[in-house]
């Protein structure tokens, strides 16, 4: 019996891999907000980007503190809702204060004061 020789066919290439070119952005994209959530539902409220920064405060104001610790100044809010306004007393006297609820689950995140966007 003749031996057999093993035949192989010539190996078979596959096509190379196309390189992804890493093209360059025209111009970068815009930073993306961090959200600022509700404690309990976890809505989005603001961003850090709705913050009034720490010039726009005056100097006696930047130590402001809420009922619950250290407060926050923003300039826009979603998913809230502003209650009718009424009389609070607080260290510094007396102030007409509207309360600010989370649409979702109506947990309270603050006070609006209904007076500093009254237009004279």
Not at 3 to 26: D, I, N
Not at 60 to 74: I, M
Not at 107 to 113: I, K, N, P, W
Request: aromatic share 6%; proline share 12%.
């Amino acid at each position: 019996m003749p031996a057999l020789e093993a035949t192989h066919s010539p190996r078979r290439r596959l096509p190379a891999v196309p390189q992804a070119r890493a093209r360059p952005l025209s111009r970068p994209l815009p930073p993306i907000p961090k959200p600022l959530s509700c404690k309990q539902c976890k809505t989005t409220v603001t961003s850090y980007n709705a913050t009034l920064p720490a010039s726009a405060i005056p100097p006696e104001s930047r130590t402001f503190r809420g009922f619950s610790g250290k407060a926050s100044l923003f300039t826009e809010t979603y998913n809230t809702t502003l209650l009718p306004a009424k009389v609070q007393l607080m260290q510094t006297g007396a102030h007409l204060l509207a309360e600010i609820t989370c649409t979702t689950c109506t947990a309270y995140l603050g006070v609006q004061d209904p007076a500093r966007f009254r237009k004279v």
